[in-house]
């Protein structure tokens, strides 16, 4: 079957086509990803109002680039699916209905996925990963540890009980005057930095519940470069490494902690899989590397393009439900909030 997937929950505008075969295989037709980051960055951020006309502006453009790309008319298309949340209401109304509007002209049934279990799905595609695994999902918006046991079927172990990790790395760096999105920013600089020579605190180090904080370790960047400033080049860099650092011991004791939980379950996870944006930090994936080693399962990590906001995860996951015999009816609300447990269950 042949999906057209529509992504607009956040600040990419997407759209991309994926096969799915009758024995599970995936392949990507086409995917197409507008960003909108140099509307944004300005701000220092993303801003709701700027995104949803963008996701309008661009949203079309994007359809046709991935229908061009694949080289397929609508009419050859079997569903569409959109995300239908959660994320900025703004865009998923875009999106929502542009898919409703699509998939009511074609006469193709519709798929009203959720964001995040289009994170959770993805290495099905990528790597054909089989259930159940442990999802890290590590994003601007997410932080989350999640076994996934079937479509549908996922069970929340533990998250952030203030800021996502990107969010982290994204308040850090403007702290330190570095631009939006701070991530990428600090991996680079971290390169030139020294990572011992900050004592920064690893919340929640060692506690049974595999939950992160994040807030006390912003907090704590934040007095030290007050301290100390004005703030040289190399002041930089190293709070960028001493940062980067403190957040890689705090993944890997908290996944450690988790993979630890499920070792009496019936629910042993086959693999690890780290996807959000984040997982693009080649530190943090060095680190998890070691720590799925030791648990004696496989790391797999989506290439970086599919780690980040993308219309093939969101085809991807409206295929697999969709093999599934599900669909969802043109009443399909969008949603600002949607937690991963409450999407529905296949019957
Ligand atoms: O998944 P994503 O593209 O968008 C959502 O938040 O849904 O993730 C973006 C986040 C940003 O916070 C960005 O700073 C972070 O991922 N990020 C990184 C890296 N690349 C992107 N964080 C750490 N290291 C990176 N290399
Ligand atoms: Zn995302």
């Known amino acids: 079957m042949l999906v057209l997937g529509i992504e607009t929950t956040c600040d990419e505008t997407a759209a991309a086509v994926v096969f ?7 392949e990507i037709r086409s995917n197409v990803v507008l960003s909108q980051l140099a509307e944004h960055q300005p701000y220092g951020g993303v801003v709701p109002e700027i995104a949803a006309r963008a996701h309008v502006e661009l949203l079309d453009g994007a359809i046709g680039k991935a ?14 699916a959109a ?3 959660p994320g900025l209401i703004g ?5 929502l209905t542009t898919a409703k509007a699509i998939a009511l002209v074609i006469g193709k049934p519709l798929l009203a996925v959720n964001h995040l279990e289009a994170h959770a799905l993805t290495v099905r595609l990528t790597d054909g990963v089989g259930f159940p695994y442990l999802l890290l999902l590590v994003s601007g918006g997410h932080t989350q540890l999640v076994s996934v046991e079937d479509v549908g079927r996922y069970r929340y172990l533990g998250g952030t009980v203030d800021d996502a990790i990107g969010e982290a790395f994204d308040k850090t760096a403007k702290m330190l005057g570095l631009p939006y999105p701070g991530g990428p920013e600090i991996e680079l600089l971290a390169v030139r930095g020294n990572p011992g020579r900050f004592n920064l605190p690893r919340p929640m180090l060692r506690r049974p519940e595999p ?5 006390g370790l912003k907090t704590a960047v934040r007095l030290e470069a007050e301290r100390i400033a004005p703030l040289s080049d190399q002041d930089v860099a190293d709070f960028c490494a001493s940062f980067q650092a403190a957040i890689a011991d705090i993944v890997v004791d908290r996944v450690r902690v988790c ?4 070792r009496n379950s019936v629910w042993q996870p086959r693999a690890l899989v780290v996807a959000g944006g984040v997982a693009a930090n080649q530190t943090i994936r ?13 790391l797999v990590v989506p290439p970086p393009e599919l780690c980040t906001d993308n219309g093939a995860m969101i085809a991807w996951a409206g295929a697999e439900r969709l093999a599934r015999g599900m669909v969802d ?12 447990e409450t999407v529905p269950v296949p019957a």
């Not at 799915?20 to 995936?26: A, C, E, F, N, P």
């Not at 080289?71 to 569409?80: C, E, M, R, T, Y």
């Not at 865009?91 to 999106?95: M, N, P, R, S, T």
């Open 83 to 85: 995300a239908a949340g």
């Open 329 to 340: 009816g043109l009443e399909a609300s969008p949603r600002a909030r949607w937690p991963l």
């Open 67 to 80: 229908m061009e790309d694949a080289n397929l008319k609508f009419s050859d298309i079997d569903a569409v």
């Open 20 to 26: 799915r075969s009758l024995d599970g295989l995936g």
């Open 91 to 95: 865009g998923v109304i875009v999106g």
């Open 211 to 215: 939950n992160f904080s994040l807030s």
């Open 286 to 298: 060095e680190a998890l590397e070691a720590v799925a080693a030791e648990a004696m399962i496989a």
């Open 259 to 262: 993979l630890g939980t499920l």
